[in-house]
Nanobody, 123 residues
């Protein structure tokens, strides 16, 4: 299977910056889209940003102009640079990836989630 491991969360004051990383590992053949989601206490998980293998990006309106998603295809890693952070950005951030892996017998599709990393923005 394919595992995703996030890092880079933490506590920051409003207006500050954080950079999240998510590395995929396993018998990966290819990764299509990668993305970041977040879930605040008492709320549903929401999409933050996505990036295709070709580099096309999309963002939820509330983070446009402040967050930048990028990826390093050679390292199977996706990043989220978060600037001008606001208290309402406080959430657990999860990365997600889908693609194809080699199971030992076949090439199979996968869709995996990371374990989540806490981002807390103080006012």
């Amino acid at each position: 299977q394919v595992q995703l491991v996030e890092s880079g969360g933490g506590l920051v004051q409003a207006g500050g910056s954080l950079r999240l990383s998510c590395a995929a590992s396993g018998s990966i053949f290819s990764i299509n889209a990668m993305g970041w989601y977040r879930q605040a206490p008492g709320k549903q998980r929401e999409l933050v940003a996505t990036i295709t293998v070709g580099g096309t990006t999309d963002y939820t309106d509330s983070v446009k102009g402040r967050f930048t998603i990028s990826r390093d295809n050679a390292k199977n890693t996706v990043y989220l640079q978060m600037n001008s952070l606001k208290p309402e950005d406080t959430a657990v951030y999860y990365c997600n990836a889908d693609g194809t892996y080699y199971s030992g017998s076949y090439f199979e599709r996968f869709g995996s989630w990371g374990q989540g990393t806490q981002v807390t923005v103080s006012s």
